[in-house]
């Protein structure tokens, strides 16, 4: 058997499966697979298993690594026989090794990337053959949760043997104002036929709908180029088309278009490909951020891990719509897919619905951060994985920059420019049309000469290094890659609140006042600070958007960062906590990062982001909650994030003061207000006049359930989902902040409960349980339908004590 390197690397790594060789039964075509689980993908084996620690140091508590085999029965008809037949994997976690009739045909080590394999030389038609997938996914490879298994989409691509390459399709606007556009299209057609043929190759450019399909008549069409292709022959062909008064793809109006490329041979369409693009003009510029057409577009941005909360890596287009609907809701227009390449799905969504994209090819390069991770695969794969990365995601109008990696020790070590340079060089041979950055945690690769490796410098965690940097790159473009890091848990309040950035801790939570965050990070308002006294800069992007898997800081389980985490004083502290715990077994499964939990639910400073970002809308948001019986008389501090610029606080009607922001400050602070229960209410005012309101009461016991769907209508075909939100609530209604019941959900009708959360990090309850605590009055359902299903479903919900709530969900 031919092994290929990538299967030999990790498997004698515990607690992987059986070494390649002893479990090669499973690839072949005659093995019997009756007795095995039947599955859809994306699937990922290790969120839908329970929590435990399987490793120490291992982050997120779930049982991803290992090796694990799929397998797929494939019926060809005799008309198969003659076609091009391709596997397209859009991402396996990881060193997969594709078998076809139990033949070895093709792999990928990097499980972020997408990948193919020509399954032609392999497949027989009229006949039933067999794939098989092994994936051998190495502990001690990541420092978040990745998920383990084929997580992402797989597709079985037939075509003629005159066929379009979709992977080669380079679609970009070189020319583009209000008044016309070039759309310059570049084609690869391969003759995979035994014979010599002549083929017509000719491009047409249409709007595209909602879903990027082409609508109406074309906009342009090119005259149709003739070759003659050789057997085994390769042709490149090179269009440019010419609109007039093109619409515009833009963040604010995210117009697309497709290119469709159409090969025929003796007037007979062969192929067709269609590839989405969109028309716009990017451009950073070192003294005054980024353009997108013409315009200055601060990036209002946050950094996003893969998975998807209680789904874990499995991607689904509806989790993934709904992160960046709620992102939206706070006024975020950027993402950066933080560490590596998104599900392709992703691309679609924000080309769709108009946000930008930092895409992110890697977290290391040759020096590891994990004893595994994709260090051991640089030397051999970095090219191919750059090169594959670009060719699949650059037509993607949403993609502004590419960003071949984060925080690499290389920034700081001698051989940093050449590997960062190597990189470059292959990422513009497929795409001279964007420009390349890095992540850079290491303050003087801004200034020892890696920085001029790059096209736009990103700096993470260094708000106080903006204008020094400028000073000594003055034609450098800057943004803030990462920023604050602030770390919270939602609706846990933590006294007395100090504003020194190592406090806030409580057991295992973090105190929501959007103050504390690790040592090299800061609260939200120090960004914003750095962020305005330097325009040059182009903008931020937030650690994190959401809440992930893993990762979960201060409380990592090497204990690494709860030392980290704090200024010698504290971190004394925590030595102490740690002696006193006895075992290096934290408890917390997913990260205090987001600004959303990981359920999806806000944190506090979702408003002091909205009120930043979306500065027209009027906010008012009081934090902490007024329920605190037990802190009657005492210092009780408030808070308000307002998109106005001046606030009076009145504690049961009498006023506790109007206060101003004043330069550099983005929040209003009442720190010596003493509580005694009631409302307190926030009148907000903007140049003097009134603005918005909002109120904050102490409410009375828990007695009810509320279920709220966020569609209650969905797709009946097995993939979409309603992600329905129980609040506990008193007799007024209104959610009781500090609640926890425990909930049971059940399910009624043609419908399966996904999974279920409540955005506590401290939560071991399997994602799969019908049972779970509310977190400080909230918990999440997700729901979808039985494919093909036509009644509707119920989802209920009961808890002791009381009184439960439904919610009928339709199929559509
Ligand atoms: C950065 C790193 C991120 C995450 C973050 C937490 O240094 O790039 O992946 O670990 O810290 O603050």
């Not at 704090?566 to 502290?573: G, Q």
């Not at 010596?672 to 016991?701: C, F, H, I, M, N």
């Not at 279920?756 to 049972?771: C, I, L, R, V, Y």
Request: with cysteine.
């Amino acid at each position: 058997m031919d092994f290929r390197p990538w299967l030999l690397k990790t498997s004698d790594a515990p607690p992987a499966g059986p070494a390649p060789g002893e479990d090669l039964v499973y690839a072949s075509r005659a093995f019997d697979d009756s007795g095995w689980r039947l599955l859809d993908l994306p699937h990922d084996w290790g969120v839908e298993s329970p929590f435990v620690q399987a490793l120490p140091g291992e982050t997120g508590k779930l049982p991803w690594h290992g090796v694990a085999w799929y397998r797929k029965r494939l019926h060809l008809t005799a008309a198969d026989a003659g076609r091009r037949i391709v596997l397209e994997v859009d991402g396996a976690l990881s060193n997969s090794a594709v078998f076809c009739n139990g033949r070895l045909v093709g792999g990928w080590a990097y499980g972020y990337m997408s990948f193919q394999v020509d399954l032609t030389g392999c497949l027989q038609a009229g006949a039933d053959n067999s794939l098989a997938i092994r994936l051998d996914n190495p502990a001690g490879s990541s420092r978040w949760y990745p998920g383990g298994g084929l997580y992402r989409h797989v597709w079985l691509t037939r075509t003629g043997a005159v066929h379009v390459l979709a992977d080669q399709q380079f679609v970009h606007t070189p020319e583009v104002s209000a008044e016309k556009a070039t759309v310059a299209v570049r084609s690869a057609v391969a003759n995979s036929s035994p014979g010599p043929v002549k083929a017509a190759v000719e491009v047409e450019i249409f709007r595209a709908d909602a879903q990027g399909r082409p609508v109406g008549a074309p906009l342009a069409r090119t005259r149709e180029l003739v070759h003659h292709l050789k057997p085994g022959a390769l042709q490149t062909f090179d269009f440019n088309l010419k609109l007039s008064r093109p619409a515009l793809w833009d963040v604010k109006s995210p117009h697309r278009h497709v290119a469709v490329t159409l090969v025929s041979q003796g007037g007979r369409l062969r192929d067709r490909v269609d590839t989405p693009f969109g028309i716009r003009q990017i451009a950073f510029k070192a003294d005054d951020g980024f353009h997108l057409n013409g315009r200055r577009v601060a990036l209002k941005g946050v950094c996003m891990h893969h998975d998807l909360g209680a789904l874990g890596a499995a991607f689904n287009v509806r989790a993934a719509e709904r992160q960046l609907e709620l992102l939206r809701e706070m006024g975020v227009n950027a993402l950066r897919t933080s560490h590596n390449p998104p599900a392709p799905e992703l691309l679609e969504l924000t080309d769709r619905m108009g946000f930008v994209v930092i895409n992110e090819l890697f977290d290391t390069w040759t020096q590891a951060k994990k004893p595994q991770d994709y260090h051991q695969h640089f030397p051999a794969w970095s090219e191919a994985d750059a090169r594959t990365w670009v060719r699949r995601d650059r037509n993607h109008p949403s993609v502004i920059l590419w960003s071949t990696g984060n925080e690499l020790h290389e920034l700081g070590m001698k051989m940093g420019p050449a590997v960062s340079n190597r990189l470059a060089n292959i990422v513009r041979s497929e795409d001279p049309t964007r420009l390349i950055t890095v992540g850079a945690h290491d303050v003087e690769s801004g200034f020892n000469g890696f920085q001029k490796t790059v096209g736009v410098f990103g700096y993470n965690y260094k708000p106080h290094e903006y204008a020094r940097f400028h000073r000594a790159n003055p034609t450098l473009p800057l943004y803030g890659s990462e920023t604050a890091s602030t770390v919270s848990s939602r609706g846990e309040y933590h006294f007395p609140v100090t504003d020194d950035k190592a406090g806030g801790l409580t057991g295992y939570h973090v105190s929501s006042y959007d103050l504390y965050s690790p040592w090299w990070a800061s609260s939200p308002d120090v960004e914003f600070r750095g962020q305005d006294q330097n325009r040059f800069v182009a903008g931020e992007f937030v650690w994190t958007g959401f809440d992930y898997l893993g990762e979960p800081t201060p409380f990592n389980d090497d204990a690494t960062n709860l030392f980290n985490f704090h200024t010698p004083e504290a971190r004394a502290r925590a030595a102490e906590e740690l002696a006193r715990l006895g075992t290096l077994q934290l408890p917390s499964r997913s990260s205090y990062f987001g600004i959303f939990d990981l359920a999806g639910f806000k944190k506090d400073r979702f408003w002091l982001y909205q009120s930043r970002w979306r500065p027209e809308l009027p906010s008012a948001h009081i934090l902490p909650h007024w329920n605190w019986p037990e802190r009657v008389g005492q210092v009780t501090p408030v808070h308000v994030y307002t998109s106005g610029d001046e606030a009076e606080l009145f504690l049961n009607g009498r006023s506790l003061g109007r206060r101003k922001k004043g330069d550099g400050e983005y929040r209003l602070r009442w720190n010596d207000v003493v509580y005694e229960p009631g409302e307190l209410t926030v009148v907000a005012y903007w140049k003097g006049q009134d603005w918005a309101r909002s109120r904050v009461v102490t409410t009375g016991p828990a007695q009810l359930l509320q279920l709220a769907a966020d569609r209650a209508e969905i797709r009946a075909d097995g993939r979409d989902l309603s992600f329905i939100t129980a609040t506990v609530v008193d007799q007024a209604g209104r959610a009781v902040p500090r609640s926890k019941p425990r909930l049971t959900f059940t399910i009624d009708g043609p419908g399966e409960l996904v999974a279920t959360d409540n955005g506590d990090p401290t939560d071991h309850t399997s994602f799969k349980s019908a049972q779970r605590h509310a977190f400080n009055a909230l918990a999440l359902a997700i729901v979808k339908f039985k494919p093909g299903a036509t009644q509707p479903v119920t989802l209920k919900v009961t808890a002791e004590g009381l009184a439960p709530a439904e919610v009928l969900l339709h199929p559509r």
